[in-house]
């Protein structure tokens, strides 16, 4: 690959000769595969390495077709780059689970960041993954679907807008929009479109996104801020501009040596970068403040919100039938779908609708049309549906069969609905005789319905494999 001679110019000029020729090297190298398992849906590590400073992540030692992997299609993983995993040792060392948390993922698609999140804290805190533009909302909603949590709200919003709920977040994440020179040897298109101009243009974009955004976080709040780029005027300026903010410190965090990340500074304030020929991952940067601060709060205004609470007939009917019990609220938008958001959520949830553009609030769990619930796809994902309900279980062709949305040929007695299970392998891969060998796990993948003389398949069209499936992949 050939990459662009000022990015090169500005490389020399961080590293000493050697490192320079060994960080070119690396970006010549193929790119390692990583992934993040789901906790819920995935407990066994089967013979991937251990990311080392998240430990759902796992490197494989090839990449898959991970299209034809049902349990990709089941939220039982995510594909995400080795180097951003490094926010959950961020989240450890800022030791933020002491209290009910409410969390903004301000750029959040296509979503690895966010499902982090997610993974990290449980479903006992408010998550509000948010992407500004339309045409990467939908895959941020489909993934955080996938995982079937509880506790988070997928909007389509400005920073100018949220920056409105005054004081109203405990952690920011800004995962910026950068020149994106960290990924230059994962996506070919990212380094033809570099150019200094476009340094400069995403250097001054980001602190247009952190002035719009810093009145919502919230007295001893955390902001972090982080890129998949290396050069200063992004990464050096962003930390100079926070910390000119008054009341706003950062926060000094520690890593292993072992690690192998580079501190990088401005002033005083730390950031910390990862580069691939130090660590088994892409180019990342990241850095965190803390609002320290205790003033009084401008309240954010009440306004109508489109969602409210469901009918009593409605939950019992959806409780007791498709929902395992818990500490749920049953929601309903402006379009009657049931939505399953944690109890203690609820408020909060209730109270920052109304300035929200929201495409996913919990778990959609279906609607009710004339007192007959139909239930929707991300219910058969979520761990929140009943675990008795009648099942069909599928080996891997058939599996790949019903992702194509074909007509399913099983046997079945019982008619209605059924949850469709893959049982396989967490993560396929084409590697002989692993040690140990993985254990077949469930994956709920979808419903089907069982009328009599066949079986609907009840996935939903955006979601089919597209792809033919020309081979055998098992």
């Not at 049902?70 to 689970?97: D, K, R």
């Not at 501190?263 to 910390?272: I, N, Q, S, V």
């Not at 008619?415 to 084409?430: D, N, R, S």
Request: charged share 20%.
């Amino acid at each position: 690959m050939k990459f662009p001679e000022p990015f090169l110019d500005q490389m020399q000029r961080q590293f000493a000769a050697d490192e320079y020729s060994a960080f070119v090297a690396a970006l010549q190298s193929p790119p390692p595969v990583s992934i993040r398992l789901h906790p819920m849906k995935c407990t066994h590590s089967y013979f991937q390495e251990t990311v080392p400073w998240c430990p759902q992540g796992r490197y494989l030692a090839e990449r898959p077709v991970f299209t034809l992997d049902p349990a990709f299609h089941a939220g039982s993983y995510y594909v995400q780059e080795a180097s951003s995993m490094i926010l959950w040792h961020v989240l450890q060392q800022l030791n933020v689970t002491d209290r009910r948390l409410r969390v903004l993922d301000l750029c959040a698609a296509p979503g690895g960041k966010t499902t982090l999140f997610a993974d990290f804290l449980g479903e006992n805190h408010l998550i509000v993954a948010n992407e500004i533009h339309k045409s990467r909302v939908q895959i941020l909603r489909d993934n955080v679907l996938k995982t079937g949590y509880s506790n988070i709200l997928v909007s389509n919003n400005s920073p100018e807008e949220l920056g409105q709920l005054s004081s109203f977040f405990d952690v920011i994440l800004i995962d910026a929009p950068c020149s994106g020179e960290g990924m230059f040897r994962k996506d070919a298109a990212s380094c033809d479109e570099w150019s200094p101009g476009a340094v400069t243009l995403c250097a001054a974009r980001q602190k247009d996104i952190l002035k719009d955004i810093l009145p919502a976080l919230a007295p001893g709040g955390f902001l972090l801020f982080s890129t998949c780029t290396y050069n200063t005027q992004e990464n050096e300026g962003s930390m100079r501009f926070l910390s000119e903010v008054p009341n706003l410190e950062n926060k000094k965090l520690d890593f292993p040596e072992s690690f192998h990340i580079t501190k990088r500074l401005a002033g005083k304030a730390e950031g910390y970068q990862m580069y691939p020929h130090l660590v088994r991952g892409e180019g990342f940067f990241i850095s965190a403040f803390q609002k320290t601060d205790a003033e009084v709060a401008q309240r954010i205004p009440r306004k109508p919100s489109s969602l409210k609470n469901a009918e009593k007939e409605t939950v019992r009917i959806v409780s007791n039938e498709w929902c395992a019990a818990g500490p749920l609220s049953f929601i309903v938008d402006k379009a009657e779908n049931i939505h399953l958001l944690k109890e203690n959520l609820c408020d909060d949830a209730m109270q920052i609708s109304p300035f929200l553009r929201l495409l996913a609030c919990g778990v959609n769990a279906g609607t009710l049309q004339k007192n007959v619930f139909l239930p929707h796809h991300n219910l058969a994902l979520s761990h929140w549906k009943r675990h008795d309900l009648s099942v069909v279980r599928l080996d891997k062709q058939d599996a790949l069969k019903y992702l194509k949305r074909e007509a399913l040929h099983t046997e079945s007695g019982q008619k209605g609905w059924h949850i469709v299970q893959y049982e396989g392998a967490c993560v396929q891969t084409t590697i002989v005789d692993p040690t140990p060998r993985p254990a077949p796990t469930l994956h709920s993948l979808g419903w089907a319905k069982n009328v009599g003389s066949r079986f609907n398949n009840y996935l939903p069209s955006e979601w089919r494999i597209r792809m033919e499936i020309d081979r055998p992949t098992g």
